[in-house]
């Protein structure tokens, strides 16, 4: 009887030793893994001169007006049916490897006036107002881009798909009071679509 | 016999209790595998964007079971497309819009991660691994089940319309 129960014994440590750990471990360990993907995009040109203020004599940024970046005249709206892509004066050489978001940042002016980015798309005193548009989109779907956290200009861009795009501008309301230049670094941000 | 089978129970009990902690003696935050700073997105693809353009690897980076006191790294991998070399930027960025259920990081995320080398200066047609850390202090709070941040990558050349390149991290709470 007792050789009986020291076997037991045994036999019950044996199995409880590597047991009782897997039982204990209900930690789940932190995973990280990424999907082999690129992200490339370039943009041209670079710059935007609105109502070509800085090229052409005789030319100024009025308060309280609307410009767009249209190659057929920076007061001339895309049209709203869907800008076409001669309407756009940006291009977008996408290369990336995967679907891509575009979102497009106007943060407030520096210089001059500083006027700020409203954040809401129309413009009020001391306030500029501000969207994107891309080539295809109807008016309807042109995005405030704001200082920070617009929402994406254009979702689902196909992996090395090209697109053409622009900015709308509409000055501060109320007249201008430095009677120096400003500025403001646009930027247009590629993620991984959603 | 009775005495017999008490110590049978008492010694199954200890010897379950020592198996138990010998194995698992604290919680270990864990460091994934280094292998993806060896630029492992690159060689299993195959279709690279041209040499000649600014590009970013990964475009996502999914971290789940993620807990205060954890600690993961993935690095985001640069290529300088220009001819010249040229400085570029890279930085948490607090997200624009997120994706699905994630939310919005809270303001402390952003003292979370760590970029291993924020202003690296690219050769031309260089590639790169910068080293992304996140590590959530112990003492944290948990702000949501589900959130996500960026990491930006900008080249500092560019002009005043720019553009910028991020990858996203996802993070799903244990």
Redesign the interface.
């Known amino acids: 009887?007792?050789k009986l129960?020291v076997a037991?014994?045994l036999a019950?440590?044996l199995i409880?030793?590597?047991v009782?750990?897997a039982l204990?471990?209900t930690?789940?360990?932190?995973?990280?893994?990424?999907?082999?993907?690129?992200?490339?995009?370039?943009?041209a040109?670079?710059?935007?001169d609105i109502n070509d203020v800085a090229e052409a004599t005789g030319k100024a940024i009025a308060p309280d007006t609307l410009y767009y970046s249209n190659p057929e005249g920076d007061t001339t709206i895309p049209t709203v049916g869907g800008a076409v892509d001669g309407e756009c004066r940006?291009t977008?050489?996408n290369?990336?490897?995967?679907i891509?978001?575009l979102?497009v940042?106007f943060p407030d002016h520096t210089g001059g006036d500083a006027s700020t980015n409203s954040e809401t798309g129309a413009n009020g005193a001391t306030e500029f107002g501000a969207y994107s548009y891309f080539s295809g989109q109807i008016q309807g779907a042109w995005v405030v881009a704001k200082d920070?956290?617009?929402?994406?200009g254009l979702e689902d861009l196909a992996a090395t798909t090209n697109i053409k795009w622009g900015l709308i501008y509409e000055s501060q309301s109320d007249a201008w009071t430095s009677g120096t230049p400003m500025?403001?670094?646009?930027?247009?941000?590629?993620?991984?679509a959603? | 016999m009775k005495r017999i089978l008490f110590v049978v129970i008492g010694v199954v009990l200890v010897l379950g209790l020592m198996a138990g902690c010998a194995t698992y003696p604290e919680e270990v935050p864990l460091v994934p595998p280094t292998s993806a700073f060896t630029n492992g997105a690159i060689q299993d693809t195959g279709n690279q964007p041209p040499d000649d353009m600014n590009w970013i690897s990964p475009g996502k980076v999914n971290v789940t079971y993620f807990r205060p006191g954890a600690r993961v790294e993935y690095p985001v991998t640069v290529h300088n497309g220009n001819d010249t070399a040229c400085s570029f930027a890279v930085n948490y960025r607090y997200p624009d819009h997120v994706d699905g259920d994630f939310t919005k990081p809270d303001i402390k995320v952003q003292d979370w991660v760590i970029v291993a080398d924020m202003t690296p200066l690219l050769a031309p047609r260089e590639t790169r691994d910068i080293l992304i850390t996140l590590e959530m202090p112990e003492d944290a709070g948990m702000f949501a089940p589900q959130w996500e941040f960026w990491v930006s990558v900008m080249d500092m050349s560019q002009g005043q319309v720019k553009t910028e390149l991020c990858v996203r991290w996802l993070i799903t709470m244990r």
């Open positions: 009887m007792r129960l037991i014994v019950l440590a409880i030793v590597p009782v750990p204990a471990d930690e789940q360990e932190v995973t990280v893994t990424a999907v082999p993907a690129f992200i490339a995009i370039s943009n040109p670079a710059t935007w940006f977008i050489t290369t990336s490897t995967v891509i978001d979102t940042l920070t956290g617009s929402a994406a500025t403001s670094t646009v930027t247009i941000t590629a993620t991984a959603s």
